[in-house]
C-alpha cells in the first residue's frame, strides 16, 4: 500500500486516518483479545477466526459517550521471522448485519505490517494495552525497516549522529515561512536528542511515500516526548535511500497524532 505526503498537513491525516493505528487511542478503550481458545468469545468474533486465517481478534469498546458507540474490531496474524525482523499483519474488521445474521469483514484491502527486531525469540503478540515492541508499518521491506532502525538509532543517540544522517532538508524556498518552521523543528529535535529524550521515543510508524525507481522514500512517526501537552505529538523523519548512496535523514517535519 503506497501513501504518498506531501507536507505537514498531509502528514497529520494520515496519522489519524490509517486503518490499524488506533493501538494508542486504545488506551483509553476497554480492550480484549480473543483467540480460538478464548472463553466468552463474542460470536461474530468466533465465526470470523473459524473462516479466516488470523491468529486472534482485538475487540475496543470506547469509553462511555452520550449516544452508545459500537466496539471497533481488529484481525492480527500470527508472528513470524524474516532474518532479523519479526513481524505479524493487522487489518480493520467492521460488523455487518444485525442478530443471527452479524458477522465480521474486512473493509480495507491492505494490511499494516507491524514490525521489531528479533532477540533470541520474536516478541510474543503484545497485550491490548501496555507497551508494545512492535512499529507498524506499510509498503516496507524486512531490510529497509533494519535500516531505517539503525538509522534512527544512530541518529537519536547523539546530536552528531543526526547530523551526519541527515542531509537535503528542504523545507521550503530561502526565508520562507516552511523553511523557517522547518528550522525550528529540527532544532527542537536536536535539543530533544542533546537531552538524551529520543533514545526511547517510540518509533509509532513507518510508510514509503512516493519516490522513484533509483530513490526510494520514506516517512518515520517518532514519538515527541516534549509536545503531548499541547497536541503537537509526532515528529515526522522523511528518509531517502538512493540505489547507490546510504540512507539519509532528508527532513523533519512536527504533526499532530
Known sequence: MRIPIVGTLLAGALLLATPGA????????????????????????????KRSGDERVMVC?????P???????????????????????????AQVGSGAAARLQRYDRGNAVRMA??????????????????????????????????LWGTAAAS?????RASCCDSGGSPGSAATATA??????????????????????????ISGTLLRHRYALMVADPEQRATGSA??????????T?????????????
Open 61 to 65: 469498546n470506547p469509553p462511555a459517550v
Open 159 to 163: 546530536t552528531a549522529g543526526f547530523d
Open 22 to 49: 488506533p493501538r494508542a487511542q486504545a488506551a483509553a478503550d476497554t480492550c480484549q483479545a480473543y483467540t480460538r481458545a478464548s472463553a466468552g468469545a463474542p460470536g461474530v468474533v468466533l465465526e470470523w477466526l
Open 117 to 150: 527486531l528479533a532477540g533470541a525469540d520474536c516478541p510474543p503478540l503484545p497485550a491490548p494495552h501496555g507497551t508494545d515492541p512492535y512499529t507498524e508499518t506499510y509498503d516496507v521491506s524486512s531490510a529497509a525497516f533494519a535500516a531505517i532502525v539503525e
Open 234 to 243: 509526532l515528529y515526522v523523519v522523511y528518509l531517502s535511500k538512493s540505489l
Open 67 to 93: 449516544l452508545e458507540a459500537p466496539p471497533s474490531y481488529r484481525g492480527e496474524s500470527a508472528v513470524s521471522r524474516h532474518g532479523e525482523v519479526c513481524s505479524y499483519s493487522s487489518h480493520g474488521l
Open 245 to 257: 548512496g546510504p540512507w539519509r535523514i532528508t527532513g523533519v517535519v512536527a504533526a499532530v497524532g
Open 183 to 208: 528550522a525550528a523543528t529540527r532544532a527542537r529535535l536536536s535539543a530533544a536528542i542533546a537531552a538524551g529524550k529520543m533514545k526511547t521515543a517510540a518509533m509509532i510508524r513507518i510508510v514509503r
